[in-house]
């Protein structure tokens, strides 16, 4: 596309130059705006070289004694995702494919599919593996939800359910979320079909059962909006220090920290501390850093401290063991469509180009802090078609080099006389001298690589001069 519209410019350049009566003037100015993705990846070759310098996450993590994960979709495990999957991360955590929705959708029919795959994938790249999860309130199949149980038949289908599952993994499996989400927000136990049906002591029981079905995986409670201190992670503190009193199996908590951009927990490090010091390990097991789109440069910086930020807390906790983000890239994220307007949330874009927050992660792990991140940009270039004495047609097209944008909005200041009448392909408003244009429902999306062109009709009297367009 950028090559189709040099080649336009130029032939109209040359039609003025060649002494056409009525000239076109093609004059472009080029707008930069930086930084709306990171990146150096065209999904190229020229790529791939640009990051062969760069040490690998799960290398970097190493050499502190740290793992690093990342979740994963099983079907995606090849090419340009499974190429960074098993380069980058030395754990990985199946987002779907052990929940007991995925493996048992019919009462006693399995299929561990997926889960098998990501298994072997993370085998032949010599990953951990972490299983999530066995014991929710969510992703549980139909029939387990819609039955209706005795106590004691609800024991029996969990304590079968974890037996069946961890015995299958036996020995492959680093550490189980056993137990997700326990907790409401102000530390009371979550009403759940678990905690309903059987009382506070499931938690214990489930601990108990992953133990006997494979003794060597370190086992978890994990949970959200536990990454402070704060009413509900106090009670998280509570219950793994009396489990521990009564001797229940229970060997790590998991911070999920879905967390949104500039609120990275003050306390962070300090929590980690405390469930340290309790003698379990810790683990934060589903990282992002959610913003409002689209993203731009200063949120692209801010996300890149936070991740640096919450990595650098894990690494100050010597028993802060894995540091696991909730997918790579922000093709394969939950957050898009689970919060409508907020996105960006991983360290690799759309386009699996690393963001300015897979730097943050590789600095606070101790990779050079000199490493700049990749400058990709997409940029506005105003053209004017036709002009005649009273009026002219325009254009502007947006173009995306090592970047993308999901949509996009244009601005410029018109001097007296220069006035917008229609517009194509944009919707299109000028307020005195202020011009903006934004995208249609259908051409948002400007891939890296790619363009979008809009155009319109304008007037203009005393002079026309080429406006300096804004993108962003
Ligand atoms: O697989 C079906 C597909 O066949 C169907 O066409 C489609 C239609 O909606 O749904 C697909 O299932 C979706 C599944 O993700 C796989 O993509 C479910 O609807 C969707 O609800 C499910 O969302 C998952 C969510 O947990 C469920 O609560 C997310 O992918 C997953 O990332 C998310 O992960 C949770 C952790 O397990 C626990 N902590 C919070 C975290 C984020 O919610």
């Not at 209706?148 to 969990?158: C, D, H, K, N, V």
């Not at 999901?406 to 200041?413: D, G």
């Amino acid at each position: 596309m950028r090559t189709s519209r040099t080649s336009r410019t130029t032939s109209r350049t040359t039609s003025r130059t060649a002494g056409t009566s009525v000239s076109p003037l093609w004059r472009r100015v080029s707008a930069v705006c930086a930084g709306l993705a990171a990146t150096a990846a065209l999904l190229a070759a020229g790529t791939t070289a640009a990051r062969a310098a760069d040490t690998p996450l799960r290398d970097l993590a190493a050499a502190k004694s740290k793992v690093v994960g990342t979740a994963v979709t099983g079907s995606k495990l090849t090419g340009g995702y499974g190429d960074i999957a098993g380069r980058e991360f030395s754990s990985l955590t199946p987002g779907n494919a052990m929940k007991w929705g995925s493996v048992e959708p019919t009462q006693g029919n399995f299929n561990w599919a997926e889960a098998d795959q990501i298994v072997a994938f993370a085998q032949a790249h010599d990953q951990q593996v972490r299983g999530h999860t066995l014991v929710w309130h969510n992703q549980n199949p139909n029939w387990l939800t819609n039955g209706s149980w005795t106590p004691a038949q609800l024991g029996g289908l969990l304590q079968n359910h974890i037996n069946t599952e961890v015995g299958r993994y036996q020995g492959k499996i680093a550490a189980w979320d056993v137990v997700n989400e326990p907790f409401n927000e102000d530390g009371t136990y979550r009403p759940t079909l678990w905690y309903n049906g059987l009382g506070a002591d499931y938690i214990a029981s489930a601990l108990t059962w992953a133990r006997a079905a494979d003794p060597a995986a370190k086992l978890y409670i994990n949970d959200y909006n536990v990454e402070g201190v704060n009413a509900k992670s106090t009670a998280l503190y509570n219950l793994v220090k009396s489990l521990k009193e009564r001797g229940v199996p229970i060997d790590g908590v998991g911070l999920q920290a879905h967390l949104i951009l500039g609120q990275v927990p003050s306390t962070l490090q300090q929590n980690i501390q405390r469930f340290a010091d309790l003698g379990v390990d810790v683990a934060i097991t589903e990282l992002d850093i959610r913003m409002a789109l689209p993203a731009d440069t200063a949120k692209l910086a801010q996300q890149r401290a936070d991740y640096k930020a919450v990595t650098a807390a894990c690494v100050a906790v010597a028993r802060c063991v894995n540091l696991t983000v909730w997918g790579f890239t922000d093709s394969d994220s939950w957050v898009d469509s689970t919060f409508p307007g907020y996105g960006a949330a991983t360290p690799y874009d759309a386009n699996y180009a690393p963001k300015p927050a897979y730097y943050g992660i590789a600095e606070a792990l101790g990779g050079g802090t000199t490493t700049p991140p990749p400058t990709g940009a997409c940029t506005a270039s105003y053209g004017v078609g036709s002009q005649w004495n009273t009026g002219f047609t325009g254009n502007v097209t947006i173009s995306c080099s090592g970047a993308s944008l999901s949509s996009w909005k244009v601005s410029w200041t018109y001097a007296p006389g220069q006035r917008i009448t229609q517009a194509w392909n944009a919707t299109c408003s000028q307020s005195g001298a202020a011009v903006t244009c934004s995208n249609t429902s259908y051409n948002g999306t400007v891939p890296s690589g790619g363009s979008v062109t809009f155009g319109f009709n304008a007037s203009w009297s005393g002079s026309n001069p080429v406006p300096t367009v804004t993108l962003g």
